[in-house]
């Protein structure tokens, strides 16, 4: 069997049902087999694009996805969506074609060192060179794209090596096994321990919570010892905002002022699955001071890798919260919500920030107040980076997990369209929005010509403000001048209600603020891509600061 198609049948055995690429002559003989698979392919406009849209697919479902490229500059173009991935651990495999073994290192033809390239921003790398190894190394991509910390892989394949006959059963092959660290019992019963020694405790809830279908799990433990909790921004849809527990995110940009001062006010922090990052802590001294810290991972490295626990617990989340609560039961009975905790949900809703407001221009807030209002519990969204993205992490309220897909440790534009298609072709019963900036749209806004011609009907939500909004504040803020941020020119701006005709898109363009409902159930019911363009004003800034202790509102 050739080499080509064996990729294609372990594929189809690890099971992938969606792949997401560009074909071009490095990679052909895979395209034939894939044409014979029961695999769908759909065809991206851009490589990083095919990259976002595999992100969106395998955080929406949970199943991985594969994306293909040619060699170089298809192989290049991928080194966001790779980076966007491992960062946020998402599980994908790409596949990459090049060119044949005896052009390696010869500065041939579109022949790049692509696994040197991508090493960096992978979990692992591979250029093929020997055909009898395919096989093995292709399994073995596979599983170590699911285990431990997930996060994306890279096959990169010789076009001689791809039409070489190699023996080959498919049914004597299988996929890899491996196991989930299960956490130290004395380790438990410690944290358990220190949690009822504790005055204040507070759960913290990072993506891992979601990538290990912990939700249940979470859910039990805090309402076992009614502890309150928080989560990171990539924990957000973790728990239901309305859950007499939940107090908000935590952060010095994604944050809810609740969140915040929950979390200060705590002695003890129970932190899983989170990775701690700057943009979550903030000045670390101010976040660690005062208080405790129990963290449970999946990845040994990153215990103790930012914030120094009193425990680390290196542990699969779904499991350690299972022990946790088993623990809880031998050493005391359901406990009552006392002091504040009894009082969450209304001092969650006194420290909301507003939302509704009738302004014209249309005040941004607004926006995210209908969004709240229509498509809430059962839509899919989809986040980028800049101004846009830090309303949507504050203002959104997302009650599903899976349900919340943003670039969070890239802070990728451009990742929110192809990432809400990859996203709903995963879960064609549900909505899907993009949530973007008129900024943002313009890096992979030609995804919309993969949603139009494999009927994609997805929402994109463009928040206009004509400007690089959080780079604007930047400079402005802090550095007392603006330049090369302004997106408009004159009295012009993008027609992006043109831009999505011309891809076979509906759009409207939206100026007042009573406009935005009705504008929103169109979409909802337009059953193709849609496009909605929101003008708002143009100067509104977006709370934030330097430490979660000082967080700078501007409530306008």
């Known amino acids: 069997m050739l080499v080509a198609e ?8 690890e099971g992938v049902e969606a792949a997401f690429g560009i074909p071009g002559a490095s990679i052909t003989p895979v395209y034939k087999y894939l044409a014979r698979s ?81 090493r960096p921003y992978v979990k692992g790398a591979w250029c093929v060179t020997e055909p009898a190894r395919a096989p093995g190394i292709f399994r073995e991509a596979f599983r170590l794209a699911r285990s431990g910390r997930p996060g994306p892989v890279l096959i990169d394949l010789p076009l001689d090596v791809q039409t070489t006959d190699i023996p080959y059963d498919p049914d004597l092959d299988a996929p890899l096994t491996w196991d989930k660290p299960r956490s130290n019992p004395k380790q438990i019963e410690k944290a358990v321990e220190m949690i009822l020694a504790a005055r204040s405790p507070i759960i913290l809830a990072g993506g891992g919570v979601i990538a290990a279908g912990a939700t249940k799990e979470l859910l039990d433990f805090a309402d076992y010892l009614s502890l309150p909790v928080v989560t990171t921004y990539m924990g957000k849809g973790s728990i239901p905002p309305d859950h007499p527990l939940y107090c908000g995110q935590v952060g010095i940009q994604c944050n809810t002022p609740f969140g915040n001062k929950a979390f200060l006010e705590s002695d003890l922090v129970l932190g899983i699955g989170c990775r701690f990052n700057d943009r979550h802590t903030g000045n670390l001294d ?12 999946i990845e040994p490295t990153q215990i103790g890798r930012v914030v120094s626990p009193d425990l680390g617990i290196v542990a699969d989340a779904k499991q350690a919260l299972a022990a946790l609560l088993e623990a809880a039961k031998v050493k005391t009975g359901k406990r009552a919500p006392q002091g504040w905790v009894a009082g969450i949900p ?31 519990k059962d839509t899919i969204f989809t986040a980028g980076c800049g101004v846009v993205q830090i309303w949507s992490g504050q203002f959104q309220k997302i009650w599903r997990p899976r349900y919340y897909l943003p670039s969070g440790g890239a802070g990728t534009l451009g990742y929110e369209i192809p990432a809400a298609v990859g996203a709903k072709i995963a879960n064609p019963d549900a909505r899907v929005c993009a949530i973007v900036g008129d900024g943002g749209f ?32 930047n400079q402005a803020q ?7 941020v302004d997106l408009w020119y004159g009295e012009g701006k993008i027609d992006f209600v043109q831009v999505a005709a011309g891809y076979g898109a509906k759009g409207e363009r939206v100026t007042r603020p009573e406009e935005i409902r009705p ?38």
Do not use: W
């Not at 491992?86 to 500065?107: C, F, H, W, Y």
């Not at 802090?478 to 090369?484: D, F, H, K, L």
């Open 478 to 484: 802090n550095y007392g001048y603006e330049y090369a």
């Open 442 to 473: 313009t890096f992979q806004g030609e995804t919309l010509a993969m949603a139009c011609q494999y009927d994609v009907p997805i929402i994109v939500v463009i928040v206009n403000n004509g400007y690089l909004g959080l780079i604007r504040q």
């Open 286 to 297: 101010v976040y660690t001071r005062g208080r405790k810290f129990i963290h449970i991972d």
């Open 519 to 556: 504008a929103l159930e169109r979409a909802m019911n337009a059953g193709v891509p849609y496009v909605l363009d929101i003008v708002v004003e143009r100067t509104t800034l977006c709370s934030m600061g330097t430490s979660i202790d000082a967080i700078q509102e501007y409530e306008q």
């Open 6 to 13: 064996v990729l294609v049948k372990i594929m189809e055995s």
């Open 38 to 118: 029961k695999i769908k392919h759909y065809t991206a406009r851009h490589e990083e694009g095919a990259a976002h849209a595999a992100d969106g697919y395998t955080r929406a479902s949970g199943k991985i996805a594969c994306c293909l490229t040619t060699s170089g500059p298809g192989a290049t173009n991928l080194v966001t969506g790779l980076y966007n991935a491992q960062i946020d651990s998402v599980p994908m495999v790409a596949i990459t074609g090049q060119n044949t073994r005896s052009q390696l290192g010869k500065e041939a033809f579109q022949c790049v060192d692509i696994v040197s390239t991508v």
């Open 346 to 376: 209304e001092l969650r809703e006194k420290y909301e920030r507003r939302l509704q407001f009738d302004d014209i221009p249309i005040k941004p807030q607004r926006v995210f107040h209908e969004i709240n209002e229509l498509l809430g």
